[in-house]
């Protein structure tokens, strides 16, 4: 059964860093790009960061990039995120997902979500 | 970027209805369109891929068509256990992006 566990959520202040970590189980965690998908309270889904199974590649969307990091450790099935900068509009459950091993593939398996709260 | 934009934002539907939800693209992105449903409280999950393909364990009623701008979600016979929102998603482009979803309510 495919599993995928965030935690490092919290409460933080604006300006200060977090970073959150997906523990992945049930699939060869090494076969796969993997993602992180946001969604702030009572709105839509923000894709967030994705990587590709190695890690060489990565992507971010303009409203995240230069502060967030994505990275991956296949070692240890485990996918993180890296988040610097942080604005009261990162507020948020982040989920992390699985993408395929190919670059057009959905999000298939998603976490349970953990919530960031940026403020003061 | 390209934009998806779901219609209609809400719907309101009496169980055993047959519903289409519409997702249409801003540029043509082939069939790299995908739906997601998620309830209340929970993690959205994978619906239909590739704009048609159906996902082991979802159930028949679920279907969907469309390629290039225009994609249809189709739920039949609609039940109590649908009242979520349905989102789309592309997959052609980065960045990613998804429609700001529909949400399904039962009369």
């Known amino acids: 059964e495919v599993q995928l566990v965030e935690s490092g959520g919290g409460l933080v202040q604006p300006g200060r860093s977090l970073k959150l970590s997906c523990a992945a189980s049930g699939f060869t965690f090494s076969n796969y790009y993997m993602a992180w998908v946001r969604q702030a309270p009572k709105k839509g889904l923000e894709w967030v960061a994705t990587i590709s199974t190695s890690g060489s590649r990565t992507y971010y969307p303009d409203s995240v990039k230069g502060r967030f990091t994505i990275s991956r450790d296949n070692a240890k099935s485990s996918l993180y995120l890296q988040m610097n900068s942080l604005k009261s509009e990162d507020t948020a459950t982040y989920y992390c997902?699985?993408?395929?091993?190919?670059?057009?593939?959905?999000?298939?398996?998603w976490g349970q979500g953990v919530m960031v709260t940026v403020s003061s | 970027d390209i934009v998806l934009t779901q219609s209609p934002t809400t719907l309101s539907v009496t169980p055993g209805e047959t519903v289409s939800l519409s997702c249409r693209a801003s540029h043509s992105i082939g069939t790299n369109l995908h739906w997601y449903q998620q309830k209340t409280n929970e993690s959205p999950r994978l619906l239909i891929k590739?704009?048609?393909q159906s996902i082991s364990g979802i159930p028949s009623r679920f279907s969907a068509s469309g390629s290039g701008t225009d994609f249809t979600l189709n739920i039949n016979n609609v039940e109590f256990d649908d009242v979520s929102s349905y989102f789309c998603q592309q997959t052609q482009s980065w960045p990613r992006t998804f429609g700001a979803g529909t949400k399904l309510e039962l009369k």
């Open positions: 997902a699985r993408s395929g091993g190919t670059y057009y593939y959905p999000f298939d398996y």
């Open positions: 590739y704009a048609s």
